[in-house]
């Protein structure tokens, strides 16, 4: 792949941090909280609490983006500078697409995010991008490679959906090879870049976006003309090991509210994780100890991390040919 000009708009955190101080604004533009329904109900990941996070590693712009929800700002303190109004939409047309895409709109109300569920609910995309359009909304096509359990996606579909978006994401939870492809789509159809987290576990700002501007809408304007970087992580065994150690410390010092089913994108780990984290094991406190203990064995391990990654590498070979890109 030539990334040459990918490469340019790239940039390490200690570059980064320079232009921070030369007035450049950052933002993690895509952040979950407890109010996501597969986000567990921590203390840790209450909306106030990830705010001020964001504010102390210096994050300019904060958005959440839970799952086709915005309650996460009604909890929110009046004077919340630099918020950004979130939220992450799920359509799936099936004559356009065939599957099931993720979009996050920001600087909506709760009028707009209703107009806007009704109209994925039908499964209308052209629909749904005009609603954003119209109202002057700005939104994000988020991890382009990424697709739903179970979902058979038409890969041949992608190009054309690039080019129906002002921007695209690299996702810190894809691994490396997916996202130098959502690269080249950005470079090859003049597309705005952003990186963000995808955050689940409260790990906001380890990858994000710099741009100029004022005010979102002018920073957001920015990116769409290409005048901003991106800072980045991948998804790395080391880094999700390290995120599975993340959940089931929330787990082992009781800071759930509740129990949730949660997504670490690892189907079988979700599954003991929501068990481990249920009352009705922790009425049983030897098997509680002795089943977080294994877990968290089988976690450092580094298999289920390994697996995963070997499982998502595997589909690249199919996704860089029906895309006309190599390496």
Known sequence: MNDSCAQAKMLNFSDAEDLRRSGWKAADLHVHTAFSSDVVDALSLQPMMLYRKAKQIGMDFVTFTDHD???????????????????????????????????????????????????????????????????????????????????????????????????????????????????????????????????????????????????????????????SYIVVRDQTKQYLTGEMNTWLDMISRHDMTQDKKISTGIANLDRIISILGSETLKDFPVIYRAALAATYRTANSGLPAALYIRRESSRMCEIERTLGIRD
């Open 69 to 227: 929800t915005m309650d996460a700002y009604d909890t929110m303190e009046p004077e919340a500078t630099g918020l950004v109004r979130g939220v992450e939409i799920k359509i799936k047309d099936i004559e356009t697409v065939g599957h099931t895409i993720h979009v996050n709109v920001y600087e909506l109300d709760c009028r707009q995010l209703l107009k806007l569920q009704k109209i994925a609910a039908r499964g209308d995309l052209h629909g749904f991008l005009d609603i954003l359009n119209g109202e002057g909304l700005p939104f994000v096509y988020n991890h382009p490679l990424w697709f739903e359990p179970g979902e058979k996606p038409n890969l041949a579909a992608i190009p054309d959906l690039v080019g129906l978006f002002p921007v695209i994401e690299y996702n810190m939870h894809r691994i490396r090879r997916q996202n130098e492809i959502v690269m080249e789509l950005a470079k090859r159809y003049k597309k705005g870049l952003i990186a963000s987290t995808d955050t689940h576990s409260g790990m906001i700002g380890q990858a994000y976006t710099l741009s100029r501007g004022r005010s979102f809408r002018e920073f957001y304007d920015n990116i769409c003309r290409g005048d």
